[in-house]
């Protein structure tokens, strides 16, 4: 295998598992997501039980900052893995460049040496000829 076929499949892999690290951190968006979803359903739902018992009222307040509270922080999470994932995204593009860069230096080394061995052969013909002539 050439250096220029191993830089391939190294650049490959490198590929390979920054898209596994890119489809944990769209999981783990996909969960925070979730669960901000959950925590805005749960406040309806208290709102709605708060509004129908009277004795709910008095701790709507309290549950209303602790969900305020849990609100922000999920929503801090899913901002601090936005960043994350552009991160992921970036180095991923970065990889497939350097990947695609390095298929075009090998596709130049195989055409190279494809001009190489079409002007050894013609020079062999050409020198097989003249010592026909020769003759």
Do not use: C, P
Request: aromatic fraction near 6%; avoid cysteine.
């Amino acid at each position: 295998m050439s250096w220029a076929q191993s830089l391939i499949k190294l650049s490959s892999y490198e590929a390979e598992v920054l898209q596994k690290r890119l489809a944990e951190i769209v999981d783990r968006l996909v969960a925070a997501e979730l669960k901000l979803a959950m925590l805005e359903a749960e406040g309806v739902a208290e709102a709605q039980f708060s509004a129908q018992e009277a004795a709910a009222g008095l701790y709507r307040a309290g549950f209303l900052d602790g969900l305020r509270l849990r609100k922000a922080k999920a929503q801090s999470e899913i901002d601090v893995i936005l960043i994350e994932e552009q991160g992921a995204r970036d180095a991923l593009a970065e990889a497939f460049e350097a990947q695609k860069k390095y298929e075009h230096i090998a596709e130049n080394l195989a055409l190279t040496a494809r001009k190489e061995t079409g002007r050894r052969e013609t020079m062999a013909l050409d020198e097989l000829g003249l010592r026909r002539a020769a003759r």
